[in-house]
């Protein structure tokens, strides 16, 4: 079963406004990669994430491999109207997991009417 | 220019009825993976690829079938599709593995009634 919680589910922006979201899990992961999805394609690679403490940035993006292997935060300051999608956390369980890439549920981001 | 292509982007068909969603990426790429999309759930593995005649499950292949006889073509093959397949499918491809940069195909929405 799904072994990444994303949180929010679901958030508004406002333009301007710094926004985060986090991935958690009972289970220690070895890489942490954050994805986003605009609507009708697939998800696009933002931020890969492989020692635990690691910080880093992606233009207004930044996220950190939390120090417990076991959760990651993505920070999106300033954001703007195109930041509207929907974000995913995916990582790689252990290196016994070889190939498999666990993906979160998801963070819809939408913008506040 | 590098793309995933896959056929058919738009799919209904009935119960039982034997289908195959295409997959063809031309980045000579060795990892190649399938994907499904459901709300709540994120993305979650079927099976992958790491090369010509190398393909493990994922998280979810029970259902599924697939091959891969070429290096650039990946396809799922649903034997006796049923309606708990009706979902969002995407094909992926990355130059060794899930932890290089993945390029997703654009999505194929599969209905089965």
């Known amino acids: 079963g799904q072994q990444l919680n994303q949180s929010p589910q679901s958030m508004f922006i406002q333009e301007g406004e710094d926004v985060s979201m986090n991935c958690t899990s009972s289970?220690?992961?070895?890489?942490w990669l954050w994805y986003k999805q605009d609507p009708g394609e697939g998800p696009v690679l933002l931020i890969a994430?492989?020692?635990?403490?690691e910080l880093t940035s992606n233009g207004r993006l930044t996220a950190q491999f939390g120090i417990t292997r076991k959760d990651s935060f993505l920070n999106i300051s300033a954001s703007i109207p195109s930041d509207v999608g929907i974000y995913f956390c995916?990582?790689?369980?252990?290196?016994?997991?070889?190939?498999?890439?666990?993906f979160g549920g998801g963070t819809r981001v939408l913008v506040k009417p | 220019e590098a793309q995933v292509t896959q056929n058919p982007r738009y799919l209904i068909t009935v119960t039982g009825k034997k289908l195959t969603v295409t997959c063809s990426q031309n980045?000579?790429?060795?990892?190649m993976s399938w994907y499904r999309q459901d709300p709540g759930l994120g993305l979650r593995q079927i099976y992958y690829?790491?090369?010509?005649?190398?393909?493990d499950k994922g998280d979810v292949p029970e259902g599924y079938k697939v091959s891969r006889k070429e290096k650039r073509n990946f396809p799922l093959i649903l034997e006796s599709p049923s309606p708990n397949q009706t979902s969002l499918y995407f094909c992926?491809?990355?130059?060794?593995?899930?932890?290089?940069?993945?390029?997703f195909g654009e999505g194929s929405w599969l209905t089965v009634v």
């Open positions: 289970s220690i992961f070895n890489t």
């Open positions: 994430l492989y020692k635990a403490g």
């Open positions: 690829s790491m090369n010509v005649e190398v393909t």
């Open positions: 992926a491809s990355s130059p060794r593995g899930p932890l290089n940069t993945i390029y």
């Open positions: 980045m000579n790429h060795e990892y």
């Open positions: 995916a990582g790689q369980l252990s290196k016994a997991a070889g190939n498999k890439l666990t």
